[in-house]
């Protein structure tokens, strides 16, 4: 069997920690910000982690997926 080629466009996408959590940027940050409250733009600014079913096709998707 071939050797699996890694998806050059997940990679940019998430970051996997130490214990294989696969964390990805929030949405809505590009434009329309000013209407929020502070407290929404500082919720966005913060990463959040993958469903666990999604995390699993990722780390499927990537070449370290021990």
Not at 22 to 29: D, E, L, S
């Amino acid at each position: 069997m071939p050797k699996l080629k890694t998806r050059k466009s997940v990679i940019k996408k998430v970051k996997i920690t130490k214990r294989k959590k696969v964390i990805r940027r929030t949405t809505g940050q590009n434009h329309y910000n000013s209407k929020e409250s502070g407290k929404e733009g500082r919720m966005k600014k913060n990463d959040r982690r993958l469903f666990k079913a999604d995390e699993k096709n990722v780390l499927q998707a990537l070449p370290y997926n021990n």
